[in-house]
């Protein structure tokens, strides 16, 4: 199996502040690579440091082979990068900025870019200055993708985007996958990993914390239930149930954390008289916290 990326030790520290500590990680060729973890966990850190945007503090990280401080420039003509925030030329329009980073590549595959604006649902005639947020991470993705890069390096890739422009993005990169070229995808969303990645790292404060097949990232999924009763809270009913955790009670408000299947909480919930039934998926950091049982983090760096 050729691994792609392969980093050891790396880290990166901005002065007191931490960036990434000790990273050991493996992404093979043609895999989709999960990198998942809060804002502030050191996602962007990771992938500026493979793109020798910043230097590692220690450690050593190889992209294609190459040390990344040592030839840039050869990894980046096989990559396709996405930052998480980025700024473009405010008087081009969509269609002359994606025939501007076409030329610098040298040219690209026209019918596959077309293909992309398409299916991306973007109008290229607008100026960049006019378009929405959700527009502009539209070209940053046909960007990073109308070359059919190697490596694509996706920092947010699906920030701002509506859920139907989501799944096409969600199906070009299984089609990346496909043709058997390698997708780095940092996110914050639990959901969007699983439905995207073969693996998945996770990272909390600098560090991994948990690097597995997608597929284990199931138990981490949970959701935060809150029932309002009519009359008296049936703590009972509920507090033997499979999956059914740190169970609070506030007069007539039953709350209650459950992971993996909901349904023995509706039918249990079915057999009383209801005010309100209120579930959610709770966010990454709740879900992290949950998990590792850590205090929250302060942001310092991304």
Sequence with gaps: MTAIIQTEKLTKSYGVHRGIIDVDLQVNQGEAFGFLGPNGAGKTTMIRTLLDHIRPTSGRATVFGIDTTGDPVAIHRRVGYLPGEFVLYDKLTGG?????????????D?????????????????????????????????????????????????????????????AVIREAKAEGRTVFLS?????????????????????????DKTEALRDLAHHQVELVFT???????????????????????????VAGSITPVVRAAARYDLADFVSREPSLEETFLAEYGRTAVEVTAR
């Design 231 to 257: 009359d008296h809270v049936p703590v009972e009913a509920f507090s033997s149930l499979p999956g059914v955790s740190d169970i609070v009670t506030e007069d007539h408000i039953l709350r209650m954390r």
């Design 96 to 108: 002359q900025t994606l025939e501007y980073f076409a030329n610098l590549r040298g040219g690209v």
């Design 110 to 170: 026209k019918l596959y870019q077309q293909n992309l604006i398409a299916r991306l649902d973007v109008d290229p005639s607008r100026r960049f200055r006019e378009y929405s947020k959700g527009n502009k991470q539209k070209i940053g993705l046909i960007i990073a993708l109308q070359h059919r890069p190697d490596l694509l390096l996706l920092d947010e890739p699906t920030s701002g985007l509506d859920p139907l422009i989501q799944q096409e993005f969600y």
């Design 187 to 211: 996110s914050h969303i639990l959901s969007e990993v699983e439905r995207t990645c073969d693996r998945v790292a996770i990272i909390r404060e600098g560090r991994l914390a948990r690097v």
